[in-house]
């Protein structure tokens, strides 16, 4: 299991600290995790499954595949989430109050907007 963490690790992009950091456990702990010293606790494992949609079965056997698919209903939830707690005064924080705020008209225009957008891309 160590080796699959280490692989999960870096198809994320993400160094040993901000891994830890995004589930809330020392670096030290993953690096040990990493090398095999530490086994990893079901706690952790539950972690790592829940913040980044692993595949349990893969994280701790290697069949099946890393991630699970997520909805797109699951993708918007969490784009919106981590935008309201992790942004401050960013533009996708203000594109959400905005969108929030439309009444019906409101999104009639966006909704024509967009597709004129589109529209243009295809031809």
């Known amino acids: 299991m160590n080796e699959r963490l280490k692989e999960l690790r870096k198809e994320l992009k993400l160094t040993q600290q901000e891994f830890a950091n995004k589930i809330g456990i020392s670096r030290g702990n993953i690096g040990a995790y990493e090398v095999g010293k530490n086994k990893i606790s079901d706690a952790v494992i539950s972690l790592i499954c829940t913040k980044f949609h692993v595949n349990e079965d893969w994280l701790r056997t290697g069949n099946g595949d890393m991630f699970i ?4 209903d699951e993708q ?11 942004e401050e005064d960013s533009f996708k ?3 959400i109050s905005g969108l929030a705020a439309l009444d019906e008209n409101g999104w009639k225009v966006l909704e024509d907007f ?5 529209k243009k891309e295809r031809d």
Do not use: P
């Open 114 to 118: 967009l597709d004129s957008i589109q």
């Open 76 to 86: 918007i939830e969490e784009f919106i989430g981590d935008a309201l707690r992790n």
């Open 93 to 95: 924080k203000r594109l």
């Open 69 to 72: 698919e997520m909805t797109k």
